[in-house]
C-alpha cells in the first residue's frame, strides 16, 4: 500500500528555521507531482507549496512566498519543505500529498499523517 509519512515538525522561535521531509513509500515517487498543505486550528486547509515531477517547476502560496522553499529528491523518493523567517501564524499541521494530474493547488488523492509545527518564543 503506498503511502506518504511527514517527518521532522517541531517547535521553533519567531525568525527561526525548520526543514520537514516526506517520504514516499511507492515504487513510482516521479510520477507524482508533489504538494505540502496546512491547517491551523478553525481554519481551512491552505495549499502551501507544490513541486513537478522532476522538480524543475515550483509554486507557492502568497503567504510563503520567499520564506519556504520546496524540492523532491526522486531518487530517495522525499519531498521537503525548508522552512526560514519564520512566523507565528506558519504555526498548522503541515500535509504532504500526492497526485498524478496537473493541477498544482488541488485535487490531491494520496495524503501523509501530517505534523505539527509551531511557532512561539
Known amino acids: 500500500q503506498v503511502q506518504l509519512a511527514e517527518s521532522g515538525g517541531g517547535l521553533v522561535q519567531p525568525g527561526g528555521s525548520l526543514r520537514v521531509s516526506c517520504a514516499y513509500s511507492?515504487?513510482?515517487?516521479?510520477?507524482?507531482?508533489m504538494g505540502w498543505f496546512r491547517q491551523a486550528p478553525e481554519k481551512e486547509r491552505e495549499f502551501v507549496a507544490a513541486i513537478s515531477r522532476g522538480g524543475a517547476l515550483t509554486i507557492y502560496g502568497d503567504s510563503v512566498k520567499g520564506r519556504f522553499t520546496i524540492s523532491r529528491d526522486n531518487a530517495k523518493n522525499t519531498v521537503y519543505l525548508q522552512m526560514d523567517s519564520l512566523k507565528v501564524e506558519d504555526t498548522a499541521v503541515y500535509y504532504c500529498?500526492?497526485?498524478?494530474?496537473?493541477?498544482?493547488?488541488?485535487?490531491?488523492?494520496?495524503w501523509g499523517q501530517g505534523t505539527q509545527i509551531t511557532v512561539s518564543s
Open positions: 511507492g515504487r513510482t515517487f516521479s510520477n507524482y507531482i
Open positions: 500529498a500526492a497526485q498524478r494530474g496537473a493541477d498544482y493547488r488541488n485535487n490531491y488523492d494520496l
